[in-house]
Each structure stands twice: as C-alpha cells, then as structure tokens.
C-alpha cells in the first residue's frame, strides 16, 4: 500500500551544525508535501510546504528538497539551535479535492550543546 | 485563544467508561479530523468531517465515534473506554482547496 516513511528514528546534531532530515514517500501521485515540528506537550506545528511542481522551497533556516524521481523529501535546517529539538513529520498530499494529508512516523532530532 | 482548542488536555478514566474529547476552532475551517498518536507509529486517522453534515471513518474507527455539532466543533466519543485506547489525542482542521492542518495541543488519555 502507499506509505511515508522516515529513514531513521532519531538525529543527534552539534548545535551550530546543518541537520538533514529525511523522508520516504510512496504514492507519486501526491502533489503536496509538508513538514511539521511537534515539540513535546505540544502538537504539530507547519514547518513549510512545498508542491509537486518545485523540487527547492526556503524558510527562514529551513530548505525542502523534493526529489520526485526517487520520491524523496528532506528538511535541512542551518545552523540547528537547541529550540529546533523536536520530533518532526514528513506529510503527503494525494491529489483530488477530498484527499487527506498521511503521516510519516517521525524522527527525533535532538540538539547538543 | 488557540486556533484549535482540545478539551480536556488531560484525562485518566476506567475501562468501561464512556468518554467524550472536545475540539472547537476558530479558523473557520470547513474540515476537521481526529488522530491518534501512539510512541513509533505516529498520527493515525480515526474520524474525519469535510462539513457539518459529512462523517467518514479513517484507519482505526473502531472503539470510537464522533459528533459534528457545528461547523467549530467536532467531538469524539469512547462509547466503552479500554485500555489500549491510552494515547495521545488531536484534533486537526484544514480549510477545503488549502491542504495544510493546523492542530490542537492534544488531549492525554489514559485508562486504567
């Protein structure tokens, strides 16, 4: 069946250094793909978004990448600060009006200082 | 105000119990959802609602129901709680042709 998946479970990064986060997806017909944060006690929170048509999107310290050939995305956040600890959502988008967003399972990334 | 307010935000119960968890928005949002997340298997789809008058089951409807009282509200029902329904609750809202959610800070559910 289609699925998103996570590479890994958990990061550990050196705060002041790059994090890469990956993702997995299956279904190619989903033309939307979105990141959320959840930080502990909290719920997700929309990091940033990117569409089938673009393959790079920048934030404010956060890039997508989208890789349609081999149904990747990642979140590359500069610069990782002990705030950025959190676990973080790949989302995907099917196409057509009543689709729903599916989940990846979520991968820790933790900061040390 | 949050966008999207879950009440309660902690509850513990006894099996058997009936249990009702509350979501109202203020987006104006015409969709609305209920997850389950549990450690290592992320969000799972229980309920969703497209409008007012719309219901449909996601991946794991069974044990549970929902209420559509208002296009803000949209409340979900353990008719007879046990306790491997302990997890973490939320409720989520997306507006109709913009695809992002926005959600609740969760309700903690345990039974015991």
């Known amino acids: 069946g289609e699925s998103v998946g996570l590479h890994l479970p958990t990061l550990s990064v050196q705060e002041g250094d790059n994090s890469i986060i990956n993702c997995a997806y299956s279904?190619?017909?989903?033309?939307?793909f979105i990141w959320y944060k959840q930080e502990s006690g909290k719920g997700p929170q929309f990091i940033i978004d990117?569409?089938?048509?673009?393959d790079k999107r920048q934030g404010q310290r956060v890039t997508v990448l989208l890789n349609k050939t081999v149904k990747h995305l990642s979140l590359q956040i500069a610069a990782t600060q002990p705030g950025d600890s959190a676990v973080y959502f790949c989302a995907e988008n099917g196409s057509g009006a009543n689709s729903k967003l599916t989940f990846g399972k979520g991968i820790t990334l933790s900061v040390r200082p | 105000d949050a966008d999207v307010t879950q009440t309660p935000r902690n509850r513990i119960t006894k099996t058997g119990k009936r249990i009702m968890l509350e979501c109202s928005q203020t987006?104006?949002?015409?969709?609305m959802y209920w997850y389950r997340q549990d450690p290592g298997l992320g969000l799972r789809l229980i309920y969703y609602?497209?409008?007012?008058?719309?219901?449909n089951k996601g991946e794991i409807s069974d044990g549970y129901s929902v209420s559509r009282q208002a296009q803000a509200k949209f409340s979900l029902s353990l008719e007879s709680a046990i306790p491997n329904q302990t997890a973490l609750y939320f409720c989520a809202t997306s507006d109709r042709g913009l695809y992002g959610y926005t959600f609740g800070s969760g309700t903690r559910l345990t039974v015991v």
């Open positions: 279904n190619s017909a989903s033309d939307y």
């Open positions: 990117i569409r089938s048509n673009m």
């Open positions: 609602s497209f409008d007012v008058k719309d219901i």
């Open positions: 987006k104006g949002h015409d969709r």
